[in-house]
Structure formats: structure tokens, C-alpha cells
């Protein structure tokens, strides 16, 4: 039969960037913004603003903190900053736009909530070992994260207010001269309150405390999965004990999180143009027979190299009928003269990241029958890109896609002419048993409380990869 050839196409970067190469075409589309609101559209905190002065900026203390400050790292972050391209004023913002979706859920929830305090709790990621006192590379939980601009574990944001959670509290670990010696600096209070702009900090081990005497009668916290078990254990379950049932606050940060400012469109495009880099380069050292395990370390290098963290996620490198497997990551079988070679990889750049697929022959040259269903995947991926508007759904593309591989599997004898419509969608999913694409953003399946089900809105970030 036919080889197995699979365009599955995310992003070359945030916006539709030129390419001179139709291989590297950008597959991520961000919607254009028009006249929205500095908000979420259709919540009622389009136009927050941050008062002048509301953040009292203090000088970062002249040592190394928990992570880069424009202090130590002028080479990446300026003064204002609190991580990479993002400003004390966007965070706060943030927080803000959260504090109005609380206000209007507690408007909808009756009178007794709209003046009730409002406690909002949200926990960092731990440190997590792969073995004994090994650990892995810290990632931070992308929810805390977003609120705070705060890179090190064991920490914790608290929203609160009557009526409006609009005060904020964090909690970082405390400064430990013996720990630092073995795992490096700590921001401690003063260097949190100076980096982030927020007044109030205490150390980690107070948050129990300070939860108990806020008093809230409405709590909005995620327990089902908690971030940080050992925080969640020690300091939030006693106010979930003596309290009500907490309210999830996860749908409301992913529909903050689904629209990206101007900045976090920068962050994006910079790490789509990083990684279509990497992949050019990848692709010029291609040769047959190649080891999927140099292509891998070809990718990763040059993704590190060019100014990304780290890669988003376990890059899958198939050659042959290995792309059928959707998420192969062995990456360790060599792949033959003649044979087509998946990559789909990406990297993260102060907390955003790209996601792109792309296949290719390992020696360089197309046969006939791979060109023909590269071409047919392509196509069908051009038309879905030209459907990217707000008003339309992930999901009406994805229908649309199922259509547009089914006429080209016709027109390419993979189904017979005599095919109902009905069973050729029906083989369109066989050969495309993935949806069309999926927010991106913070995370590479950004925001999954949001459904594909749901219009576009301008400032949102897809990605478009139709395959078969």
C-alpha cells in the first residue's frame, strides 16, 4: 500500500509568519484582535485598568533570587519585569480580570455572596524526584504561575476581599542559608515583594494561618486534584473542613489564559520562530539511513541553542510506519533510505510554547506516491487555516477537515469513487483519528477547560494539523 504520510501541522509561531519554505508554513493561527477589551469577551472585566501607583515599585535586592531578576539577568529581563517580556502592571491586571469573573459569579450566586469575603487559594508545583534526592527539572504549575510571575516550589498565591477578591497575598519559601548552599538562592520575602510588585509576602509555613484568620465564606480552589499535596495537606484541608464546598476556579483562569495579550504574542512568536529554525536545521542534516535519536538530539540542540528553555514535551521522531503511532517517543529505530520522518516537537520561552509537525523524506527527495498525499494533507491544511476567524468553532473546522480528507482519499483511490459521503467521513476518521488542533498557549494543550465547541474569539492561539 501507500506509505503512511502524515502532515499533522501546529505552529511555526503565534501569528501567520512568512516562510520561504512550504515545508516550515506556520499552522498556528491567532485570531485577529479587532476592537476587543482588555478583558475576557462577554465578562465584565473588559476594561480593567490598574490605578497609578497601585503597584509601589521597590528595588530587587543586589543577589541572586529563586529565578532571573533584572538585577542578575539584565540580559533577559528589564526593570518592571517580573519574568521574561511580562510587566508587574500585566500580572496585576490579570489578577484583577480574575477578581471581576468572581464578582459576577458571585453576583449570579445571590445576594449573601455578592458581600460575602471571597478566598481564592492557588498552590505552586513541589519539587518532584525522579529517585531518592534526584530531581527532575522544576516546571511550574502554569495557573499559579500566571497570576504571580513566581518560578520557585513550594509557594502560594491568596486572593481576597468582600465581595471582590482583589487584595493578594503570596507565600514563598523562607531564606535558608543551609538549603541554598545545596539548591540554590531563594527570593525569600523581600525579593518576591520587590520582583512581583506585591506588598504582602510571608513565608510558606504561614499560609495556614493567614487562610484561618481571612475569615472567607466563599472559597474558590481546585481540591479534586491540589497542585501540591503537601501544602494542600498541611495548610488548605483545615479550612476546607471548618468551611463550604469550594468553588473550582480552574474555568475561570483557562478563559483568562485563552486570550493573549500583545506581550504574550511576542513570547509565542519568539519560540514558533525558534523551533521552525530547529527544524530547518534538522531537516538539512536528514540523510538516509539516519538514527531517529540523532534527528532528536539535532532538535533539541538547536531549539537550546537558539534561546528556548527546554523542549514543551517528549518530541516524537517516526520514521516510516512508526508515525502511525501517535505519540512515539522512543525516537530510537533508524530510518531507511527512501522512508518519510515525523518530527513533531516544540519548545517553551519563559512560559510559552510552540508545537509543530512536520514530515519529510530522510533523503531528501519525494517519490511520487509521498508528494501526491503530502500535497493532498497540505491543501486540506491551507483550507482549514483560511476558516480561522472568530465566530467559528474548533470544532466546525474539524468537521470541515473531515470532509476535505474524505474528497481527497477519494481522489486518490485510497477510497472508491462509489463511496457514500456518509463512509467516506467515516474512513476520514480512520486515517485522521485526532481532532483538528487545540489551544495553545502557556501549555501545549492550553486551557483543556475550554471547549473546541465553543465561537473563537480574537487573541486566541490554535493550532491547525489535518493528517492521514
Same mark, same amino acid.
Given at each position: 500500500?501507500?506509505?503512511?504520510?502524515?502532515?499533522?501541522?501546529?505552529?511555526?509561531?503565534?501569528? *501567520?509568519?512568512?516562510?520561504?519554505?512550504?515545508? &516550515?508554513?506556520?499552522?498556528?493561527?491567532?485570531?485577529? !484582535?479587532?476592537?476587543?477589551?482588555?478583558?475576557?469577551?462577554?465578562?465584565?472585566?473588559?476594561?480593567?485598568?490598574?490605578?497609578?501607583?497601585?503597584?509601589?515599585?521597590?528595588?530587587?535586592?543586589?543577589?541572586?533570587?529563586? =529565578?532571573?531578576?533584572?538585577?542578575?539577568?539584565?540580559?533577559?529581563?528589564?526593570?518592571?519585569?517580573?519574568? @521574561? /517580556?511580562?510587566?508587574?502592571?500585566?500580572?496585576?491586571?490579570?489578577?484583577?480580570?480574575?477578581?471581576?469573573?468572581?464578582?459576577?459569579?458571585?453576583?449570579?450566586?445571590?445576594?449573601?455572596?455578592?458581600?460575602?469575603?471571597?478566598? &481564592?487559594?492557588?498552590?505552586?508545583?513541589?519539587? !518532584?524526584?525522579?529517585?531518592?534526592?534526584?530531581?527532575?527539572?522544576?516546571?511550574?504549575?502554569?495557573?499559579?504561575?500566571?497570576?504571580?510571575?513566581?518560578?520557585?516550589?513550594?509557594?502560594?498565591?491568596?486572593?481576597? /476581599?468582600?465581595?471582590?477578591?482583589? =487584595?493578594?497575598?503570596?507565600?514563598?519559601?523562607?531564606?535558608?542559608?543551609?538549603?541554598?548552599?545545596?539548591?540554590?538562592?531563594?527570593?525569600?520575602?523581600?525579593?518576591?515583594?520587590?520582583?512581583?510588585?506585591?506588598?504582602?509576602?510571608?513565608?510558606?509555613?504561614?499560609?495556614?494561618?493567614?487562610?484561618?484568620?481571612?475569615?472567607?465564606?466563599?472559597?474558590?480552589?481546585?481540591?479534586?486534584?491540589?497542585?501540591?499535596?503537601?501544602?494542600?495537606?498541611?495548610?488548605?484541608?483545615?479550612?476546607?473542613?471548618?468551611?463550604?464546598?469550594?468553588?473550582?476556579?480552574?474555568?475561570?483562569?483557562?478563559?483568562?489564559?485563552?486570550?493573549?495579550?500583545?506581550?504574550?504574542?511576542?513570547? *509565542?512568536?519568539?519560540?514558533?520562530?525558534?523551533?521552525?529554525?530547529?527544524?530547518?536545521?534538522? *531537516?538539512?542534516?536528514?540523510?538516509?539511513?539516519?538514527?531517529?535519536?540523532?534527528?532528536?538530539?539535532?532538535?533539541?540542540?538547536?531549539?537550546?541553542?537558539?534561546?528556548?528553555?527546554?523542549?514543551?514535551?517528549?518530541?516524537? %521522531?517516526?520514521?516510516?510506519?512508526?508515525?502511525?503511532?501517535?505519540?512515539?517517543?522512543?525516537?530510537?529505530?533508524? +530510518?531507511k533510505d527512501g522512508e518519510m520522518v515525523l518530527l513533531d516537537g516544540?519548545?517553551?520561552?519563559? /512560559?510559552?510554547?510552540?508545537?509543530?509537525?512536520?514530515?519529510?523524506? &530522510?533523503?531528501?527527495?519525494?517519490?511520487?506516491? =509521498?508528494?501526491?498525499?503530502?500535497?493532498? %494533507?497540505?491543501? %486540506?491544511?491551507?483550507?482549514?487555516?483560511?476558516?480561522?476567524? @472568530?465566530?467559528?468553532?474548533?470544532?466546525?473546522?474539524?468537521?470541515? *477537515?473531515?470532509?476535505?480528507?474524505?474528497?481527497?482519499?477519494? =481522489?486518490?483511490?485510497?477510497?472508491?469513487?462509489?463511496?457514500?459521503?456518509?463512509?467516506?467521513?467515516?474512513?476520514?476518521?480512520?486515517?485522521?483519528?485526532?481532532?483538528?488542533?487545540?489551544?495553545?498557549?502557556?501549555?501545549?494543550?492550553?486551557?483543556?477547560?475550554?471547549? !473546541?465547541?465553543?465561537?473563537?474569539?480574537?487573541?486566541?492561539?490554535?493550532? +491547525?494539523?489535518?493528517?492521514?
Amino acid at each position: 500500500g501507500r506509505h503512511a504520510v502524515t502532515d499533522r501541522c501546529p505552529p511555526v509561531a503565534a501569528t *501567520m509568519l512568512p516562510s520561504t519554505s512550504t515545508l &516550515v508554513r506556520s499552522a498556528v493561527k491567532l485570531l485577529p !484582535r479587532g476592537n476587543w477589551g482588555r478583558g475576557c469577551v462577554g465578562c465584565p472585566c473588559r476594561n480593567i485598568s490598574v490605578k497609578p501607583g497601585g503597584l509601589k515599585p521597590k528595588t530587587v535586592p543586589p543577589r541572586y533570587l529563586g =529565578q532571573p531578576s533584572p538585577y542578575t539577568h539584565p540580559h533577559l529581563i528589564k526593570h518592571g519585569e517580573v519574568t @521574561p /517580556g511580562l510587566s508587574q502592571t500585566e500580572y496585576e491586571l490579570r489578577r484583577q480580570r480574575l477578581a471581576s469573573l468572581i464578582e459576577a459569579q458571585g453576583d449570579r450566586l445571590g445576594p449573601s455572596a455578592s458581600s460575602s469575603t471571597h478566598v &481564592v487559594i492557588v498552590l505552586s508545583h513541589p519539587t !518532584r524526584y525522579m529517585t531518592n534526592d534526584i530531581p527532575y527539572p522544576f516546571h511550574q504549575n502554569q495557573d499559579f504561575l500566571y497570576l504571580s510571575g513566581i518560578l520557585e516550589p513550594d509557594s502560594a498565591l491568596v486572593l481576597y /476581599g468582600k465581595g471582590r477578591p482583589d =487584595q493578594a497575598i503570596l507565600f514563598v519559601p523562607r531564606r535558608d542559608p543551609g538549603k541554598e548552599l545545596w539548591d540554590g538562592p531563594r527570593s525569600g520575602k523581600d525579593g518576591a515583594a520587590a520582583l512581583t510588585g506585591i506588598e504582602r509576602v510571608h513565608s510558606t509555613e504561614e499560609l495556614g494561618v493567614v487562610l484561618k484568620s481571612l475569615e472567607g465564606t466563599l472559597l474558590w480552589y481546585d481540591s479534586s486534584q491540589p497542585a501540591h499535596p503537601r501544602l494542600h495537606q498541611a495548610h488548605v484541608c483545615p479550612v476546607l473542613e471548618a468551611g463550604p464546598m469550594p468553588h473550582s476556579l480552574r474555568p475561570l483562569i483557562h478563559s483568562l489564559r485563552a486570550l493573549k495579550s500583545s506581550a504574550e504574542v511576542a513570547l *509565542m512568536q519568539e519560540a514558533g520562530h525558534i523551533t521552525a529554525q530547529a527544524f530547518r536545521r534538522t *531537516m538539512a542534516l536528514s540523510q538516509g539511513d539516519v538514527d531517529e535519536a540523532v534527528l532528536f538530539a539535532k532538535f533539541d540542540f538547536e531549539n537550546r541553542i537558539h534561546g528556548a528553555n527546554f523542549l514543551a514535551y517528549p518530541p516524537v %521522531v517516526a520514521g516510516g510506519n512508526r508515525a502511525n503511532t501517535l505519540h512515539y517517543i522512543n525516537n530510537n529505530q533508524i +530510518i531507511k533510505d527512501g522512508e518519510m520522518v515525523l518530527l513533531d516537537g516544540g519548545c517553551e520561552y519563559f /512560559g510559552y510554547v510552540s508545537d509543530i509537525t512536520r514530515t519529510w523524506p &530522510v533523503n531528501g527527495k519525494f517519490s511520487p506516491a =509521498q508528494a501526491e498525499l503530502y500535497e493532498a %494533507v497540505l491543501e %486540506v491544511q491551507r483550507s482549514c487555516l483560511s476558516l480561522c476567524s @472568530p465566530g467559528v468553532s474548533l470544532d466546525h473546522i474539524y468537521n470541515t *477537515m473531515l470532509a476535505l480528507l474524505g474528497r481527497q482519499l477519494r =481522489q486518490l483511490g485510497i477510497v472508491r469513487a462509489s463511496t457514500s459521503d456518509a463512509d467516506v467521513v467515516k474512513a476520514a476518521r480512520r486515517y485522521c483519528p485526532h481532532h483538528v488542533g487545540h489551544y495553545l498557549g502557556m501549555d501545549v494543550h492550553d486551557t483543556p477547560e475550554l471547549s !473546541r465547541s465553543q465561537p473563537l474569539q480574537p487573541g486566541m492561539a490554535i493550532t +491547525i494539523e489535518p493528517g492521514i
